[in-house]
């Protein structure tokens, strides 16, 4: 078995950073595991109310048409019914969802947002576009009665594919967009670009289709929705990445309910990748209803509907150039991308292919101009939104793609064009906006190459021919843009959120500690990692210390967890809220040391004398404070809880070198993986268990990408064709490898943690490193994703 | 119709009345309280639901409830005794084998399930054993690992 781990230090690392303190840097074992690993976990599903009633939503099979009528009188009239709704009982003071980041496209004009109405009103959009909630003392009744539903649609012709909406005379999804256009949006100075191309000795081209994904958590969306009579006051249970910004957003845009009479709780969710972090018509709509029946809506999706009403990601359609010199020197990238946005705009769905996209395209280069397009359209599918990386794997894809095959055509080796073109010095201003604060490219890159051992890779290559075997190696070193955002930058370019995170310490009066995050674990481990922040700062055990995250009703506030924000905004907010303890500590302990504050130090969870050995231990502070008898009363508040908010001063840039060594068995096109190894930066590490698992997850989604997975329209009907787990190739055990990872440390230079990520790294990196090996393997330029074994085999083929 | 199953879980003797229709994995859950068997698809793909019936690994999804008349049934909930886990739920714990820890309650009972099969598979093995259960979020790396850690300790 392969499990080759390497951690090393780069060279340009901080001395600092090699130190672990305490916990900080440990391999701890999960503190959330016994949950996990007896069955105690408490996911939305399992959540039991008194009382509580099942809702069933009645879907659009038809990808368009206009409901001529609608009939409920025989579900209404079914046993153990209790209500059904259609769009015509939403109230019309209830608002659409809302998008949260507004795009303002080239033409000045604002992006095309129309109403997302939580049922749909006189038309359904996409198969799957919620009809009707029927609501019954049972999940069978409920099912069973939404069944006697009469809805009279009136089919109308769909689109489901980017390139067809934009056709002139497609069918429009929106009357408010005719030409399926939600805004055509531009980064960077063409005219320097173009001007740099007509110069260029070498320019390589690609066009390429970024496949539709399925997130897919293995948690299907739930919800549980109640309201009580006592005090006016909604609980919704969610399985949901960002609690917060849920309740913000359904209160404030959608219910006009006020939004301190709504708690919501996002208990153990099992896995997001993205697809939990919206706003979704479900929960809203039976938040509503709970008040209307009386009684707690518990919903829970099926699979089936999972597939059909989650945020899909990805679905580019992109056509990219590379200008260099004859030295293969990079002069310029221009890029043109057309995105489906789907039928409506998801909570995020407009900043992923722009802000978070074209922003990245320099990846670990130094292309001194790039320009990109992108012009996002609406299709007859359903939404599309961040999926992890989040339009990173997307620029990724792109600017390895091209540089892969760039190297190819110039006969340049694939590390040297690289090292040609690597940014070598920082702080470093991209021609798309972003400043890199730190990195060490050649640093992964060189481990990554000795962990993959590339030198053998001639010979293994001779081994596999003898066999008549294909092999081949794909490098792709990637950057991605974490940390999200200083909320200045993000609202200068349309956000309409702030983006920092809030942390509360409070310590009890016996010395133990409960952590208050806005940040939310759906798998992350931030019960650990967070602890162990806390644990090293503190000096105190992680077992004294207890991480609540994912309840509105308990945390001060909270921006949630996507985007490899956790320990970079979520920690360094918990860091603050720790030092302002540990300052009021001071204070305490020079007072019942009679001393002055200047003269106390703390250090190895003792206040201290400077130079001497008179301490006072941090429980003794902690009961002096909440028994303040002997205390400073005049010039200090008792008790010790402190909340500290931490708005991010840039984004942080992990990057990486992923390779990836394939072989082909030209006879089928089956494609194996023989090794996988990832070399990442990802700043200072806390846990580099939970990192290395992080990035194992990642591959594994990233190759499912590049092998496997497409989420699939039919182009006439818009019915969905991968609708189950039996069309959806999600990888499975024997379809993956044994991962290499390592990892090198630069420190981020703008957070005291020195953290910058690591949630999404796997998924950006691998697509680009599978398919760049695959074209090597097989001598072609390109290949669509995902290679599948039939794809394979007929590239072969039309090369013979 | 409602028909009358009888059938040990976790070591201890059940009796109901379920409807003909029920699904075992409702059954536990629904009627039982035992939340950790965990539904994840509705085409018995994902193995989320994957209980241990007279100690073979089956997916709770897959089989009525009253198929269950007479069977011995243990979920993860069963699976530690006196207060100390599973060798296979340490091995999980120790490899970060689990994340979200959905798929884990069925991820750990097929893969002890498998100890009637080898404790010393291969790699492969592993791999293919755990062909009928999604993990979306470990990659599997860290579960392979663990499932041969369990097993060895098992022996």
């Known amino acids: ?800 | 119709m409602k028909i009358s199953v009888s059938l040990t879980v976790n070591g201890k003797p059940v009796s109901a009345e379920v409807e003909s229709r029920m699904l075992l994995v409702e059954f536990l859950r629904d009627n039982l309280h035992l939340t950790g068997t965990h539904v994840g698809c509705d085409t018995a793909q994902c193995g989320a639901c994957t209980i241990l019936v007279n100690d073979k690994a089956v997916k709770s999804c897959n089989m009525l409830a009253v198929q269950a008349q007479g069977a011995r049934v243990t979920t993860i909930e069963g699976l530690a005794s006196n207060g100390s886990l599973h060798p296979m739920q340490e091995a999980f714990r120790k490899h970060h084998g689990l994340q979200c820890g959905f798929c884990t309650p069925g991820m750990v009972l097929n893969a002890v399930s498998l100890a009637a099969q080898t404790k010393s598979p291969t790699e492969a093995q592993i791999r293919d054993a755990l062909d009928g259960n999604f993990c979306r979020c470990t990659g599997y790396h860290n579960i392979v690992k663990a499932v041969r850690e369990g097993l060895a300790q098992m022996a």
């Open chain 1, 1 to 800: 078995m392969t499990d080759t781990t390497v951690r090393e230090k780069s060279t340009t690392a901080a001395p600092a950073a090699a130190k672990a303190t305490g916990p900080i840097g440990a391999r701890m074992e999960r503190k959330e595991d016994a949950r996990f690993l007896t069955g105690a976990g408490q996911y939305t599903d399992d959540v039991q109310l008194a009382n509580q009633s099942y809702a069933c939503f009645l879907r659009s099979p038809h990808a368009h048409a206009r409901i001529r009528s609608i009939k409920t009188d025989e579900a209404k009239r079914s046993r153990g019914v209790l209500a059904v709704y259609t769009g015509a009982d939403i109230p019309a003071t209830v608002g659409g969802l809302p998008c949260g980041w507004l795009i303002t496209g080239s033409d000045g004009k604002p992006m095309k947002e129309p109403k997302h109405a939580i049922l749909a009103q006189g038309k359904v959009r996409h198969v799957g576009d919620p009809v009707a909630i029927v609501i019954a003392e049972t999940c069978e009744q409920a099912k069973s009665a939404s069944e006697k539903i009469e809805v009279d649609y009136e089919e109308l012709p769909a689109v489901v594919d980017v390139r067809d909406a934009m056709k002139k005379g497609a069918p429009a999804v929106h009357d408010e967009a005719p030409d399926n256009i939600c805004y055509v949006w531009a980064l960077g100075d063409k005219a320097a670009v173009d001007a740099a191309f007509s110069k260029a000795a070498h320019v390589t081209t690609l066009e390429f289709v970024n496949n539709r994904l399925i997130p897919n958590a293995i948690e299907p969306r739930a919800c549980n929705a109640s309201f009580n009579r006592a005090d006016d006051s909604y609980t919704l249970y969610v399985a949901n990445q960002n609690p917060h910004v849920e309740r913000l957003l359904m209160t404030a845009f959608v219910l006009g309910l006020p939004e301190h009479k709504v708690r919501v709780i996002a208990p153990d969710v099992g896995g997001g990748f993205g697809s939990k972090i919206y706003l979704y018509a479900e929960e809203t709509v039976c938040v509503w209803a709970s008040k209307a029946v009386g009684r707690p809506i518990k919903w829970t999706a099926e699979r089936s509907e999972s597939f059909v009403s989650d945020a899909h990601g990805r679905d580019h359609v992109t056509k990219a150039e590379l200008a260099l010199d004859k030295d293969g020197k990079f002069l310029a990238m221009r890029v043109k991308t057309a995105a489906s946005m789907g039928a409506y705009l998801s909570t995020f769905a407009s900043c992923i292919p722009t802000i978070l996209y074209a922003t990245l395209l320099a990846g670990q280069y130094t292309t001194p101009v790039i320009h990109c397009e992108v012009t996002a359209v609406f299709t007859n599918t359903a939404p599309v939104d961040a999926y992890r990386g989040a339009g990173r794997p997307e620029a990724t894809y792109v600017v390895e793609r091209l540089v892969a095959t760039a190297a190819t055509e110039m006969k340049i080796a694939q590390d040297e064009l690289r090292r040609r073109n690597f940014i070598r010095t920082f702080p470093y201003q991209t021609p798309v906006a972003l400043t890199y604060d730190i990195g060490d490219y050649d640093a992964c890159l060189n481990g990554a190459m000795e962990l993959a051992d590339v030198k053998g890779f001639a010979q293994r290559k001779a081994e596999s021919a003898k066999r008549g075997m294909l092999r081949g190696l794909g490098y792709s070193s990637y950057i991605e843009a974490c940390g999200l955002a200083p909320s200045n930058v993000a609202g200068s370019l349309g956000a309409r959120a702030g983006l920092f995170e809030a942390g509360e310490v409070r310590v009890h009066p016996t010395g133990k500690v409960t952590v208050f995050t806005g940040s939310h674990s759906h798998g992350q481990g931030h019960e650990t990692t967070f602890a162990q922040v806390v644990a090293g700062r503190l000096g105190i055990g992680i077992e004294d210390i207890d991480v609540v995250h994912g309840d509105t009703g308990r945390i001060p506030f909270g921006m949630g967890t996507y985007g490899s924000r956790s320990i970079a905004v979520g920690g360094t907010a918990i860091m603050k809220a720790v030092d302002k303890i540990v300052a009021k500590g001071r204070k305490i302990a020079a007072h019942l040391m009679e001393v002055s504050d200047t003269d106390v130090e703390f250090k190895d969870g003792k206040f201290t004398v400077k130079g001497t050995d008179k301490n006072v231990p941090f429980a003794q502070v902690a009961l002096t404070a909440y028994v303040p008898h002997n205390y400073p009363l005049d010039k200090l508040e008792p008790g010790l809880d402190e909340t500290a908010f931490y708005d991010p001063t840039n984004f942080t840039y992990p990057a990486g070198t992923h390779i990836c060594e394939v072989e082909i068995d030209p006879q089928t096109g089956e494609t194996r993986i023989a090794s996988f190894t990832a070399v990442d930066d990802f700043g200072n590490i806390i846990n580099p268990m939970i990192v290395e698992g992080q990035v194992h997850g990642g591959l594994a989604q990233g190759i499912g990408q590049a092998l496997l997975e497409e989420c699939v329209y039919d182009r006439e009907s818009g019915q969905l064709v991968t609708g189950s787990y039996m069309d959806y190739a999600m990888p499975r055990a024997a379809d993956l490898p044994s991962f290499k990872v390592g990892t090198r440390v630069t420190p981020c230079t703008h957070n005291p943690l020195g953290v910058k990520g690591c949630g999404e790294a796997g998924a950006i990196g691998a697509p680009a490193a599978v398919m760049n090996a695959i074209c090597d393997a097989i001598g072609v330029k390109d290949l669509q994703m995902p290679a599948t074994s039939e794809r394979v085999w007929r590239a072969i083929r039309a090369k013979a």
